[in-house]
């Protein structure tokens, strides 16, 4: 007689945030995955409402884990205020470390700060400098909503997060899903076995010649702030941010 393997539910390791642990874990019941939809669906309106009225933003990735006297705190920091100085709002995941170092630039020249805060289990407060922040419960909610508002991405030193938001914003810039919107990589000493393994990937044709031209890698604010504001700012039009509609409860950031 054959057996067949099946899944039981069972409860998320100690540590662990249920709303992504209960989406990934497998198949549930019909009811269970509608509301599995209705949640992710939650979430994005969350984020649209939260932040349609930000402005053109430039996103920020890095570690949570960056102490303020670590020469990156100090480089996110000026980043953030070149960033802002530029005319965009400075977007992050909200968090410690570089995260909040570039959102404090953003508040130190009087730029515009938001964020998309992630829950877990162990909750990450939304850092001191933001005028504006979402708190989403999906991972994969909030790398859209951090890709989606932004004209340029950059990256300064982090782990497994960061690596996946940078690779996420190159695959999808890559394939044509995202307009090639400027990618800048902060740190060469940090970075640089990584841009090794990428120059690897293009010399065994695993990624094309051109896809490495993707990328500005720099230790200089000034050098990427410049790149930002030449590859985006006047090839995409880019105009100050809009006022929302208060009769639907829509609240801009434009101090003009």
Known sequence: MKS???QTASPPPAGVALADFHLLEGPHSRTNE???LFRVFRDYLRGFRA????GPCVTV???ARTRETDPHYVMGRELGAAIAQLGFTVMTGGGPGIMEAANRGAKDVGGRSVACNIELAHEQEPNAYLDRW???QFFSVRKTILIKYSYAFVVL????GTLDEFFEALTLI?????KNFPVVLMGRAYWSELLAMITKMAATGMISAPDLELVLVTDSVPEAAAYIEAKTIKPFGLQRAVRG??????????RS
């Open 4 to 6: 067949t393997l099946h």
């Open 34 to 36: 509608l509301l599995n």
């Open 51 to 54: 932040l349609h009225f930000v």
């Open 61 to 63: 990735f890095g570690s």
């Open 134 to 136: 979402v708190n989403l």
């Open 157 to 160: 030193p982090g782990g497994f």
């Open 174 to 178: 890559q394939t044509g899903k995202l």
């Open 245 to 254: 509609l208060p009769w639907l409860l829509e609240k801009g950031l434009d």
